[in-house]
């Protein structure tokens, strides 16, 4: 890392997630986009989040999933530093710079806020799961809320070291916030639509305005004017502190996530489903900072000829060519999709998972609406629908083990659970009355077959594999295999018992933050009716198009 940061002497390379990429991002990305095999390439944040100028106008951007702050030049658009969980940064929502130049930000899978000091000194504190927006008043003190798996807003010490102090304990999801120059403490409630200023000595709340769907942030400018984002409506405001009236400023910015304004007072915007930055003009127009693009490659369905690719905060459509289908865009939210990780597909009708909220949903393509929303599984890693019945995997149940289940018409059928040997449930691919589940953990395929409306116990059928993810059941009878710990994908016969590799030396298997599935994002492949392979790389953030592999 070059004196890029100088103000808070900081140094690294992106050498955070495997050890196949030890380059840095730059340098990796100028790589990967000489592969003429990219068929989709992906955006440098995982989704944008958190802005913060520091005091030599280099914009700094958090990005949870990425696991890294990007520094940028806005006028350039260059990425010209990160600090990456090598300088001690963790999945990060927000930042903010203190008094003496550290570096503050939040994890909110973790709930802890952490501290890189002018020295490079890194500190940390658990908060609470959920922990966002964060921000210092005028005097130097620093604040904290809970978004998502938690809500309260708490007064911390500036050194990380005192407990911290709650302030209130039920908001409805206090988002990026801002200290007026009135002193008071001015932040979205993300669930009620309101903007609210705080007394934080008194823990008194006024609601200022109460007519928004999905407030993100707000920030003051120098002159302490108020502005806003709304995450679902993409307009931004000015907010008249006297009356609460809204002036328009711009539109069309869609789950946009927080605003941040330079020494000139130019205004710019975050978007967590897309990874972009904007600069906000006086006339209410933009400009490209970084471009819009796929945040997480990682899943792919080929459905109708399309690419259907669900990226967590939105699921995206392509066409085969990897231009990107602007009708067929999901915000998360919007239409009432789950934050998918995985994909699959029968007919008209998507299977999606999220481990994160818990939620397996059925999606009608047709009429572009959910038939299902189940609550009732336990951190499912990924579902596919075979002849109607929905199919799960769950890392954890109840019992507190691993299973595999069958819905169908209301019931649910255990298929294989800790008890027959599995571990940790990954791919999942069901043909001619057989189904196959993949061991991350034990590196094994288990075959379960059909016997009439029953499944028979499972029996291991293929082993010493190197942490398989994803499955599917290719052409000519093949098991498709996604080993994300051998960097490959291989073909099993079905028929003659033999394995071989289709592709080789693919960057898979991104780590993610402590506590989330080994999976975390989930790598899995699809082919289209001509037999061309498409794999995502959720390390590159690329998706590649490999012709002849059959």
């Known amino acids: 890392m070059k004196s890029i940061v100088k103000s808070i002497g900081l140094v ?3 050498i955070m997630l495997h050890s196949s990429c030890n380059l840095s991002t730059q340098n990796k990305i100028e790589v990967i986009k000489e592969r003429s095999n990219i068929v989709i390439q992906g955006s440098f944040f995982h989704g944008s989040n958190g802005l913060y100028f520091d005091d030599n106008d280099r914009l700094h951007v958090a990005s949870v999933v990425s696991r890294y702050i990007g520094v940028v030049d806005t006028d350039t658009g260059a990425i010209i530093d990160t600090l990456t969980t090598a300088d001690g940064v963790e999945g990060p929502d927000d930042l903010t710079f203190g008094p003496d130049g550290s570096l503050y930000f939040t994890s909110i899978l973790t709930g802890e806020v952490g501290r890189i000091a002018p020295d490079g000194k890194v500190s940390r504190q658990f908060v609470s799961p959920g922990t966002n927006p964060i921000t210092f008043s005028d005097d130097g003190r620093l604040f904290v809320a809970l978004d998502f798996q938690g809500d ?5 010490d500036p050194e990380l070291k005192n407990p911290p102090r709650l302030i209130i304990k039920e908001l409805g999801w206090l988002n990026a916030m801002d200290f007026g120059p009135d ?10 639509g309101q903007i609210v200023k705080i007394d934080v000595d008194n823990a008194s709340l006024d609601i200022i305005v109460d007519d928004l769907e999905i ?8 002159k302490g004017n108020l502005y806003t984002v709304d995450h679902k ?4 405001y000015t907010i008249d502190l006297k009356d609460g009236s809204k002036s328009e400023i711009a539109s069309g910015f869609m789950a946009g996530d927080n605003i941040a304004f330079n020494s000139e007072d130019e205004l710019f915007i975050s978007n967590a489903q897309d990874g972009s930055i904007y600069q906000i003009n006086s006339d209410g127009s933009r400009r490209e900072v970084i471009a819009p693009s796929l945040c997480n490659a990682a899943d792919v369905e080929v459905v109708n000829g399309k690419l259907i690719i669900p990226d967590i905060l939105s699921m995206k459509s392509y066409d085969i060519d990897g231009a990107i289908d602007r009708q067929w865009y999901h915000m998360i939210g919007a239409p009432g999709i789950i934050g998918p990780f995985t994909v699959d597909a029968e007919g008209d009708h998507l299977a999606l998972t999220s481990w994160f909220g818990n939620e397996v949903q059925i999606w009608n393509i047709k009429t572009d609406k959910a038939l299902a929303t189940y609550h009732d599984y336990a951190v499912p890693i990924n579902a596919i629908i075979y002849k109607g019945a929905l199919i799960v995997a769950e890392l954890g149940t109840s019992q507190g083990g691993a299973k595999v289940s069958r819905r169908n018409n209301g019931n ?3 298929l294989l659970d800790a008890k027959g040997g599995l571990v940790v449930p990954s791919g999942l691919a069901c043909d001619k009355g057989n189904c196959y589940v993949a061991d991350f953990y034990r590196g094994v395929v288990f075959q379960i077959t059909e016997n009439g409306d029953k499944m028979t116990a499972a029996k291991v059928l293929l082993e010493g594999l190197i942490q398989p993810e994803g499955l599917q059941i290719g052409p000519k009878g093949r098991l498709i295999i996604v080993e994300t710990g051998a960097n490959k994908v291989s073909a099993y016969d079905l028929n003659t018992n033999e394995i071989s590799s289709l592709v080789d030396n693919i960057a898979l298997g991104l780590e993610g933050p402590k506590g989330v599935p080994p999976t975390w994002k989930f790598s899995d492949v699809h082919f289209d ?3 061309v392979l498409y794999v995502p790389s959720d390390v590159d953030n690329v998706v590649y198009k490999y012709d002849g592999v059959f």
């Open 12 to 14: 690294g390379l992106w």
């Open 152 to 156: 309260g807003l708490y007064e911390l």
């Open 183 to 192: 002193g008071y403490l001015y932040g979205p409630i993300w669930s009620k």
């Open 215 to 222: 407030p993100a942030a707000v920030k003051f400018d120098s």
């Open 233 to 236: 409506t993409g307009m931004i």
């Open 412 to 414: 649910i059928e255990t």
């Open 529 to 531: 009716s001509d037999g």
